[in-house]
């Protein structure tokens, strides 16, 4: 996506999280691409996501953007204060996944990154949320929330993208069916038994699973799917269509969109917000609009 107007920062919170995989290293290349630009700025690493929050909101008239160095959680944590301060965010993608990066077109290259932001190219994105807590890229129960439990930070810093694999092997293992009631905005519900449901705002999840092939970020509304298949082996075989997008076209794959949905269940389970666990059905998802403006690649002239 490209940028649709212009606000060159001039001073900058930059936020590193110390402890997704590349986020706590050396960010020396995006500060110098910075100072090249002659934008000023200060560098923190908070211990956690309430030190993140407080850092962004004590920076909020100090500073006119903030820059989050880390992966898909560290950005989901820094989402409550970026949606309180208004400020726009820049995103330098330090993490295993970088799907909100994917999902924006920026390069991989920290310091590429750095100069995306120096540009000063921003646009408006929507953001989800469920039950409160925001989220980038997509909120889910049931596989994918068992497997950001059994994904440890430690394993992904000592394995990197090898860990999703083998979280996903052992989680897939012992994947059980459970019962589920969907409701959508207009109230027609749907009662179904299902390994996940998973409601996306932006494109990409998951390490470049695509939602929809037709989804962005900026489009206004949701979309959702469940799994409704009894034979767990049976997504092997539908990964490509995961990772293209068109996991909606096989009969065992129920898909919605809209702007809100519940999802009730007959025991509480947890939800997975971006890679971390964050509440419990019953889950109420809800759009928000054009929430966070963001650092995007422009083709404006400098």
């Known amino acids: 996506m490209h940028a649709t107007r212009i606000e060159r920062p001039s001073r900058l919170l930059v936020v590193a999280n110390a402890k997704s995989r590349n986020g706590g290293g050396p960010l020396d290349a995006a500060l110098e691409r910075f100072d090249a630009a002659g934008i000023g700025h200060e560098l923190v690493r908070p211990d956690g996501p309430s030190d993140m929050a407080e850092a962004i909101r004590d920076a909020r008239d100090r500073v006119d953007a903030v820059v989050v160095a880390g992966g898909d959680g560290t950005m989901n944590a820094a989402a409550p204060a970026i949606i309180e301060t208004h400020l726009p965010l820049g995103v330098l993608p330090a993490g295993t996944a970088n799907d909100l990066a994917r999902t924006l077109g920026l390069p991989v290259d920290l310091a590429a990154a750095a100069d995306v932001i120096a540009a000063g190219g921003v646009t408006p994105i929507d953001l989800g949320e469920v039950n409160g807590h925001p989220f980038f890229n997509v909120a889910s129960l049931g596989l994918s929330a068992e497997l950001a439990r059994r994904l440890s930070g430690e ?15 052992r989680t897939l293992v012992a994947a059980r069916p459970f019962h589920a009631e969907i409701t959508e905005e207009g109230g027609a519900h749907v009662r179904v038994k299902t390994l996940q449901i998973a409601v996306g705002n932006g494109r990409y999840y998951g390490g470049g699973m695509a939602v929809t092939d037709d989804a962005m970020i900026d489009d206004g509304h949701l979309d959702l799917y ?24 096989w009969r065992e794959v129920r898909t919605a969109r809209g702007t809100r949905f519940r999802v009730r269940t007959r025991k509480h389970r ?24 963001v650092f995007v690649p422009t083709t404006a002239p400098a």
């Open 226 to 249: 469940s799994l409704e298949m009894k034979a767990v082996w049976k997504l092997a075989l539908m990964l490509p269509s995961f990772r293209a997008g068109r996991h909606g076209l």
């Open 270 to 293: 947890p939800v997975n917000t971006d890679g971390e666990l964050v509440t419990f059905t019953p889950a109420e998802f809800r759009i928000l609009p054009r929430a966070v403006r």
């Open 155 to 169: 394993d992904k810093r000592r394995f990197g993208r090898l860990s999703y694999a083998l979280a996903a092997l």
